[in-house]
């Protein structure tokens, strides 16, 4: 419900004959293009809204979820068919996520994020998709840069910033023009493109999340230093929208290696997050906060992922976990309490659609809502 939306840490794949033909066969671009992207010429796509419980006894996965101005609630999935294999799916919810509708606006399986781009709705992945309609109707958009980017980690609403990855197929030569940061207008419709160049001499950057505020934006990630492998937090700041970046190495000292995953603005200014670190031949997914220039980490959970966090105000945050493991707190992330949601399940995203209302869903399509900040779980959905 915050600044940024689109906690999700498996993203879509890129398939081998996709990036063959971004990148054109044999000939991919001599350099990352710096243009402004706008549509992509393609008309319009009008997706038809049916029921979601026409989707009963189907195989559906549910990813990412977005709220629009309006309240409406979405989320993106997957309908798997023996007819239509991989079929993209969005979820629309007008009752804060205790009745759905669905429809398919894309042809495949590509798009995995959800997020809100001032009142409009943009889903990413493979391809774009802005609806600025409340999902009437998709406009695709290009960055003009598919010739070189596969997967986009991160899309921030209100300011709009993202972070892509050139794949390898992409770029041979592993230029450290590899990772990009895009920005995009108030409607998400026009992109601008740029190169990423932050980070010390002789270190190679890993970007994770980008969150945006007033005047800032912060990028967190990892720094390696070669030969060695062992990975460092880091934090990028910039101030004059992404021309120039500093850093700040984040490791505390008991962890081998550390880096930091996800990243949020709480309304109050404090930058609060997830972070992994190595300790020993395990690893720990701590939350992560850092107020004023002081950060502080506490341990959730050791060896599963955590796949997403959202915050509702300050103190009231939902982290969830790839076995369907969810946790609350009430004190801003100074304790956690475990709750099981779906024993066994893979949760794609978490997500307030209100101060004490949240909605979490499932690789099995499942979708979940709390009414009192994740202390207990109702289902709503099931396919």
Same mark, same amino acid.
């Given at each position: ?16 004959? &996709? ?5 054109? &066969? ?39 979820? !977005? ?5 409406? *609630? ?9 007819? %239509? ?28 994020? =959800? ?14 998709? *802005? ?14 840069? @598919? ?54 001499? @002789?270190?190679?950057?890993? %970007?994770?999340?980008?969150?945006? !505020? ?16 062992? %990975? ?5 700041? &910039?101030?004059?929208? @992404? ?16 880096? =930091?995953?996800?990243?949020?603005? %709480? ?9 992994? !670190? ?34 509702? &105000? ?26 099981? *949601?779906?024993? !066994? ?39």
């Amino acid at each position: 419900m915050l600044s940024r939306r689109v906690i999700v840490l498996v993203l879509a794949a890129v398939t081998a004959d &996709s990036l063959l033909t971004a990148c054109h &066969s044999r000939n991919p671009p001599a350099a990352v293009p710096t243009s402004v992207s706008t549509s992509s010429g393609d008309p319009p796509i009008q997706p038809v809204w049916k029921p979601a419980s026409a989707l009963t006894g189907h195989h559906v996965a549910t990813r990412a979820f !977005g709220v629009s101005s309006d309240g409406t *609630v979405y989320a993106t999935g997957s309908h798997f068919t023996t007819a %239509l294999p991989n079929e993209f799916i969005v979820f629309r919810s007008q009752s804060a996520g205790d009745t759905w509708e669905y429809a398919a606006p894309a042809p495949d399986d590509s798009l995995d994020h =959800l997020v809100k781009v001032d009142g409009g709705i943009l889903a990413t992945g493979g391809t774009t998709l *802005v609806s600025t309609d409340g999902g009437t109707s998709w406009q695709p958009q290009d960055t003009r840069t @598919g010739a070189a980017i596969g997967r986009i980690a991160a899309v921030v609403n209100q300011h709009n910033w993202a972070l892509a990855r050139v794949p390898p197929a992409c770029n041979p030569l592993q230029r450290l023009d590899d990772q990009l940061v895009l920005s995009a207008d108030e409607s998400g419709t026009v992109w601008h493109v740029r190169p990423f160049r932050g980070g010390p001499a @002789g270190s190679v950057p890993t %970007l994770s999340d980008v969150v945006s !505020g007033p005047g800032q934006i912060v990028i967190v990630g990892a720094l390696r230093y070669p030969p060695a492998t062992a %990975l460092t937090g880091v934090m990028f700041t &910039s101030s004059d929208g @992404g021309a120039t970046w500093a850093h700040e190495e984040v490791h505390p000292t008991e962890y081998v290696g550390f880096v =930091l995953e996800r990243v949020l603005r %709480l309304p109050g200014g404090d930058l609060v997050g997830i972070a992994l !670190g190595q300790l020993g031949s395990a690893n720990r997914y701590l939350f992560a906060r850092r107020t004023g220039n002081a950060w502080t980490f506490t341990p959730i959970e050791d060896g599963f992922d955590i796949s997403a966090i959202d915050f509702s &105000s300050d103190s009231n945050g939902l982290i969830a976990d790839q076995k369907g493991v969810t946790y609350w707190t009430d004190d801003g992330g100074t304790s956690w309490h475990a709750v099981t *949601v779906a024993a !066994g399940e893979f949760i794609w995203d978490a997500v307030f659609v209100g101060s004490t209302v949240a909605l979490t869903g499932t690789h099995t399509g499942k979708i979940f809502k709390t009414v009192d900040a994740g202390r207990h779980w109702r289902l709503v959905f099931s396919p």
